[in-house]
């Protein structure tokens, strides 16, 4: 049998379904029984993974897998699905029910309200039978009445599921009602607390408190206000706050200031605090910071003002200054890009090194992105605590630099990153000098070949790349016959003269992909990669070199007959030899040649190791 497909609203399907079995639908499939005359009659509900019998008739088994149902399939049209003779249909050929083979089927889909078919009353028959458009027309008729059940059902579960939502709503409301009554009769009984509690925080408050009138005229002054100004709390009652507060000299902006607020209206709070010079009873003057409040109490208008001291944040303030000030003339002369960076990456303090760099003061930088080519790695690192030291190349005034720079991570006092500060240096003199140097010792000063060090790193890494790419690479040893006797013979700097043609001779005579190199007196070594045939072409390049050595016949005026040893080794991708082990065996085949007559090469045998 073929397995049904599934219907494309089937989830909405599901929800519908109900699979307890109800005795007025076994009348409608007894009565359905015996009407067609069929041993099976059932009310089959169709769930995700199998068929439910809702009623049946003539069946023993409660369900069946839904895959081989021919429910499965009716469910997928709007009519009903009649199968005449299943042996003829390839979909139900081989379908048996509880032991029994089906031979004849007949289902009528049932909806639900929303018109999701749910399942079928179907008629199950061992025996092939014909089917009418009139038993069609009747079955359509009982599965109505089938239909008509689970709508009743569907409307009593959508009934109760709306009692219930009222039934919580309005608990919900009364719950909400009681609290609101609760918090009402709350609120009464702390408001008295509270304003028991306000005139003690006024009374008991750093800052002095003072309030007035619509006119100006002092009502209320705490203790911090007798305190900071000087004036009893009796003393300054009703007398103007101009005249009590302000200094002279300050009294008629004073007076406008005070009737813009007046008529900006009641219930109005300036947000930002606003600095102003107050005066005290014996005439010294200190910097103090306001806040105003204009509010109503019954008819009276009360405009009521916080005012603290601020002299020792001033004096702060100034030192601080200061201190900035030398800190910019410090960093200001510092040959290195400084600067600061929020969370955001966006500038909040540069030196005076980056108009020197990038020709921008750093006034202008505040707020913008930064300049840098920092790595997205490098600044994540640094917003999450770490400190990142890193190198690139910069464009700028200066031309392309190398520049080492280092992030410093800078915390809060909650421990949270709130950016980091930035140290840049111009480190391209540096590594110049570096460069040379470190050209310096590895090279021979005599020929300008690479020396035994540079040799033996180059050495290292042609064995490497030999394993990695699977290919062979030559070493050849070569030792200059004679060049004792020379060198003793005319003297050192007739040796040196010989030792530099020598090295001429071999790079003249190899590729520029080939290294050669200066061991040490008169001995030499060639890397050959690249060689397709190892084994016959390093031969060959010894043989070469000994033919353009013997064609040498004076240095420096001077007649000479040159001639070499040479040793060659062979490095194959699989050789585990390094490269001590494969020098040795270059040096090792060199001895060879010169012990055979010298002015000729030998080939090193077996595996160097």
Same mark, same amino acid.
């Given at each position: 049998?073929?397995?049904?497909?599934?219907?494309?609203?089937?989830?909405?399907?599901?929800? &519908?379904?109900?699979?307890?079995?109800?005795?007025?639908?076994?009348?409608?499939?007894?009565?359905?029984?015996?009407?067609?005359?069929?041993?099976?009659?059932?009310?089959?509900?169709?769930?995700?993974?199998?068929?439910?019998?809702? !009623?049946?008739?003539?069946?023993?088994?409660?369900?069946?897998?839904?895959?081989?149902?021919?429910?499965?399939?009716?469910?997928?049209?709007?009519?009903?699905?009649?199968?005449? +003779?299943?042996?003829?249909?390839?979909?139900?050929?081989?379908?048996?029910?509880?032991?029994?083979?089906?031979?004849?089927?007949?289902?009528?889909?049932?909806?639900?309200?929303?018109?999701?078919?749910?399942?079928?009353?179907?008629?199950?028959?061992?025996?092939?039978?014909?089917?009418?458009?009139?038993?069609?027309? /009747?079955?359509?008729?009982?599965?109505?009445?089938?239909?008509?059940?689970?709508?009743?059902?569907?409307?009593?579960?959508?009934?109760?599921?709306?009692?219930?939502?009222?039934?919580? %709503?309005?608990?919900?409301?009364?719950?909400?009602?009681?609290?609101?009554?609760?918090?009402? %009769?709350?609120?009464?009984?702390?408001?008295? $607390?509270?304003e028991e509690r306000f005139s003690t925080i006024l009374e008991n408050a750093t800052d002095?408190?003072?309030?007035?009138?619509?006119?100006?005229?002092?009502?209320?002054?705490?203790? !911090?206000?007798?305190?900071? #100004?000087?004036?009893?709390? &009796?003393?300054?009652?009703?007398?103007?706050?101009?005249?009590?507060?302000?200094?002279e000299t300050l009294r008629g902006a004073h007076h406008d200031g005070f009737a813009r607020?007046?008529?900006?209206?009641?219930?109005?709070?300036?947000?930002?605090?606003?600095?102003?010079?107050?005066?005290?009873?014996?005439?010294?003057?200190?910097?103090?910071?306001?806040?105003?409040?204009?509010?109503?109490?019954? $008819? *009276?208008?009360?405009?009521?003002? #916080?005012?603290?001291?601020?002299?020792?944040?001033?004096?702060?303030?100034?030192?601080?200054?200061?201190?900035? @000030?030398?800190?910019?003339?410090?960093?200001?002369?510092?040959?290195?890009?400084?600067?600061?960076?929020?969370?955001?990456?966006?500038?909040? #303090? +540069?030196?005076?090194?980056?108009?020197?760099?990038?020709?921008?003061?750093? @006034?202008?930088?505040?707020?913008?992105?930064?300049?840098?080519?920092?790595? @997205?790695?490098?600044?994540?690192? /640094?917003?999450?605590?770490? *400190?990142?030291t890193f190198e690139n190349l910069f464009d700028c005034r200066l031309g392309r630099i190398?520049?080492?720079?280092?992030?410093?991570?800078?915390?809060?006092?909650?421990?949270?990153? %709130?950016?980091?500060?930035?140290?840049?240096?111009?480190?391209?003199?540096?590594?110049?000098?570096?460069?040379?140097?470190?050209? %310096?010792?590895?090279?021979? /000063?005599?020929?300008?070949?690479?020396?035994?060090? &540079?040799?033996?790193? *180059?050495?290292?890494?042609?064995? =490497?790349?030999?394993?990695?790419?699977?290919?062979?690479?030559?070493?050849?040893?070569?030792?200059?016959?004679?060049?004792?006797?020379?060198?003793?013979?005319?003297?050192?700097?007739?040796?040196?003269?010989?030792?530099?043609?020598?090295?001429?001779?071999?790079?003249?005579?190899?590729?520029? =992909?080939?290294?050669?190199?200066?061991?040490?007196?008169? $001995?030499?070594?060639?890397?050959? $990669?690249?060689?397709?045939?190892?084994?016959?072409?390093?031969?060959?390049?010894?043989?070469?070199?000994?033919?353009?050595?013997?064609?040498?016949?004076?240095?420096?005026?001077?007649?000479?007959?040159?001639?070499?040893?040479?040793?060659?080794?062979?490095?194959?991708?699989?050789?585990?030899? =390094?490269?001590? !082990?494969?020098?040795?065996?270059?040096?090792?085949?060199?001895?060879?040649?010169?012990?055979?007559?010298?002015?000729?090469?030998?080939?090193?045998?077996?595996?160097?190791?």
């Amino acid at each position: 049998m073929l397995a049904p497909p599934t219907p494309s609203d089937e989830p909405q399907r599901l929800e &519908a379904l109900d699979t307890a079995p109800d005795e007025e639908l076994d009348r409608i499939t007894r009565t359905a029984s015996r009407l067609f005359g069929v041993p099976i009659a059932l009310v089959s509900l169709v769930d995700e993974n199998r068929q439910w019998f809702k !009623s049946r008739v003539g069946l023993d088994v409660g369900d069946t897998p839904r895959d081989v149902s021919f429910c499965g399939h009716a469910i997928l049209g709007d009519d009903a699905l009649i199968v005449e +003779n299943a042996g003829e249909d390839a979909r139900f050929r081989d379908m048996v029910l509880d032991g029994r083979r089906i031979a004849f089927y007949a289902g009528q889909p049932i909806r639900s309200l929303s018109g999701k078919r749910l399942g079928t009353l179907c008629l199950i028959d061992s025996r092939p039978r014909r089917f009418t458009e009139d038993d069609a027309d /009747a079955l359509r008729d009982l599965a109505t009445l089938a239909e008509r059940f689970f709508h009743r059902l569907e409307a009593g579960n959508e009934l109760e599921h709306r009692l219930a939502l009222r039934t919580a %709503e309005l608990e919900t409301a009364k719950r909400e009602l009681n609290r609101e009554i609760h918090e009402r %009769e709350r609120f009464q009984r702390s408001l008295s $607390e509270e304003e028991e509690r306000f005139s003690t925080i006024l009374e008991n408050a750093t800052d002095a408190f003072i309030a007035v009138d619509k006119a100006g005229h002092i009502i209320e002054w705490n203790q !911090s206000a007798e305190r900071v #100004f000087g004036w009893s709390r &009796a003393e300054a009652l009703g007398r103007p706050l101009a005249e009590t507060v302000i200094p002279e000299t300050l009294r008629g902006a004073h007076h406008d200031g005070f009737a813009r607020f007046i008529r900006s209206g009641v219930g109005t709070i300036m947000n930002r605090r606003i600095e102003i010079t107050a005066r005290r009873r014996d005439g010294s003057v200190f910097p103090a910071e306001l806040t105003l409040t204009s509010n109503h109490l019954g $008819e *009276q208008q009360i405009i009521s003002a #916080f005012l603290h001291d601020i002299s020792e944040r001033k004096a702060a303030e100034n030192l601080l200054r200061k201190s900035r @000030e030398r800190l910019r003339l410090i960093t200001d002369n510092m040959p290195a890009l400084i600067a600061y960076v929020d969370v955001d990456l966006r500038y909040l #303090f +540069n030196n005076r090194a980056y108009e020197h760099w990038f020709g921008v003061p750093p @006034e202008k930088l505040a707020g913008t992105p930064m300049r840098e080519l920092l790595s @997205e790695t490098a600044f994540e690192r /640094a917003l999450q605590g770490e *400190q990142v030291t890193f190198e690139n190349l910069f464009d700028c005034r200066l031309g392309r630099i190398d520049v080492t720079t280092t992030l410093i991570p800078n915390a809060g006092d909650d421990g949270k990153i %709130e950016g980091f500060y930035v140290l840049s240096l111009d480190v391209t003199e540096r590594k110049r000098l570096m460069s040379r140097l470190e050209q %310096e010792a590895s090279l021979d /000063a005599l020929t300008e070949l690479p020396n035994r060090r &540079a040799f033996m790193r *180059q050495l290292s890494r042609a064995i =490497t790349g030999s394993r990695r790419n699977r290919s062979a690479f030559a070493l050849l040893f070569i030792d200059l016959d004679g060049f004792k006797r020379l060198n003793d013979g005319h003297g050192h700097d007739f040796g040196d003269a010989v030792l530099k043609r020598f090295a001429d001779i071999l790079t003249g005579a190899l590729r520029q =992909t080939d290294t050669v190199a200066r061991l040490a007196g008169d $001995e030499f070594t060639v890397i050959l $990669e690249g060689l397709d045939t190892p084994a016959s072409a390093a031969p060959a390049v010894a043989a070469k070199l000994l033919d353009t050595l013997s064609a040498v016949r004076e240095i420096d005026g001077r007649p000479v007959t040159l001639s070499a040893s040479i040793g060659v080794a062979l490095h194959h991708p699989a050789s585990n030899a =390094t490269p001590d !082990s494969l020098l040795a065996a270059a040096d090792r085949a060199m001895y060879e040649a010169k012990q055979s007559g010298k002015n000729r090469y030998a080939l090193s045998v077996g595996e160097p190791g």
